[in-house]
């Protein structure tokens, strides 16, 4: 499949269109960036590394019957994905309050929460992806009473699959962002990604930070902990 024009370009990945019009093909980029934006990096490979880490979880995924935008790994830091519309949503599921729960709630960094909580924020990087609720998303006709339902069902039947599985491999799940898509029959998919980049994952021996943190508040050298998080994945029993 090769790549046509270039249809959407944003802060991790570029998406091309295909010969195909109901597929895609998403470019994983070495760009990092933080604060909405305020921080910039580049770190070679990063990109190669989360489309690895992303392409094994999504496999995971796929086989515990949730379904993704996913068809097919092409190179190092290309995949091949069914087109989708998506919806501007960003699912956070937290299973530790960290990052801007606590800068929220003032609750003690590092707490366990009673359970994974569910939030959603709008996908904007103009208005700074403000925190909403289901409400919010439904007054502003984003989604529909019933898909919000599907999202929240999906996002806790990703992380009950995930959390074990970082947990047997020493790491422990803080929190992610994931989003989804509409496909052309309107069926809800799990699309972007799930990497250092979108979760935070802290050793379960050390506490030490495995994830874009490291990027964040300046900590160390990103990539050795992407690397270390890939190579975990790999080595996990599936
Ligand atoms: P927080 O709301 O505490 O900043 O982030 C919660 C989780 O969602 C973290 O794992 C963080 O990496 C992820 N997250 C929140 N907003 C974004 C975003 O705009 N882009 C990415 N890649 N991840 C995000």
Not at 2 to 14: C, F, Q, V
Not at 22 to 43: P, R, S
Not at 90 to 100: D, L, P, Q
Request: proline residues 3%.
């Amino acid at each position: 499949m090769e790549k046509k024009e270039l249809i959407y370009e944003g802060k991790a990945k570029k998406i091309f269109a295909t010969e195909k019009s109901d597929l895609l093909i998403a470019e994983f980029k070495d760009d990092l960036t933080a604060f909405n934006n305020i921080k910039k990096g580049n770190e070679v490979g990063k990109g190669a590394l989360n489309n690895k880490i992303s392409t094994e979880l999504f496999k995971i995924l796929e086989k515990k019957g949730v379904q993704t935008h996913l068809v097919e790994t092409i190179d190092e830091t290309h995949q091949l994905v069914k087109k989708v519309e998506i919806i501007p949503l960003e699912v956070i599921v937290r299973n530790i309050a960290t990052g801007s729960f606590v800068k929220r709630f003032g609750v003690e960094d590092g707490k366990v929460l009673p359970f994974a909580l569910v939030e959603l924020c709008l996908k904007d990087d103009t208005l700074g992806d403000p925190p909403m609720c289901a409400d919010h998303a439904l007054a502003l006709e984003i989604a529909t009473q019933e898909e919000l339902s599907i999202l929240k069902e999906m996002a806790l039947t990703i992380n009950s699959a995930l959390q074990p599985f970082f947990a047997k491999v020493g790491l422990n799940l803080v929190d992610f962002k994931i989003e989804f898509g509409r496909d052309s029959h309107g069926t809800i998919l799990l699309a972007d990604e799930i990497s250092p980049d979108s979760c935070r994952f802290w050793d379960l021996a050390t506490n030490a930070k495995m994830d874009k943190d490291i990027f964040r508040q300046g900590l160390g050298d990103v990539k050795v902990a992407y690397e270390e998080v890939l190579n975990r994945i790999l080595g996990a029993e599936k």
